[in-house]
């Protein structure tokens, strides 16, 4: 049985969602190991001058403890 944990990271992007989620990702991989999946659990999003200027999410990442796959 694999012991998972879950972390929660906080993206941003100026160019969408999908790459806010990238960014979760490479944030999460450069302090922790073994990540497995990512779940966005909120979409937001800032609005200046009438239109969209950034886009965030909030996720949950999934990774696999040491000696534990």
């Given amino acids: 049985m694999a012991m998972l944990k879950v972390i929660e990271v906080l993206a941003e992007s100026?160019?969408?969602w999908e790459d806010a989620a990238r960014?979760?990702?490479a944030?999460?991989?450069s302090s922790v190991r073994n990540v497995r999946s990512?779940?966005?659990e909120n979409?937001?999003?800032t609005v200046e001058?009438?239109?969209i200027s950034?886009?965030?999410v909030n996720a949950k990442i999934s990774f696999v403890l040491?000696?534990?796959d």
Avoid: K, L, T, W
Wanted: glycine share 8%; net charge negative.
């Fill in 14 to 16: 100026s160019e969408g």
């Fill in 38 to 40: 990512i779940y966005i």
């Fill in 23 to 25: 960014q979760a990702v």
């Fill in 49 to 51: 001058d009438d239109a």
């Fill in 66 to 68: 040491d000696g534990r």
């Fill in 54 to 56: 950034s886009f965030r």
């Fill in 27 to 29: 944030e999460a991989v």
């Fill in 43 to 45: 979409f937001e999003a």
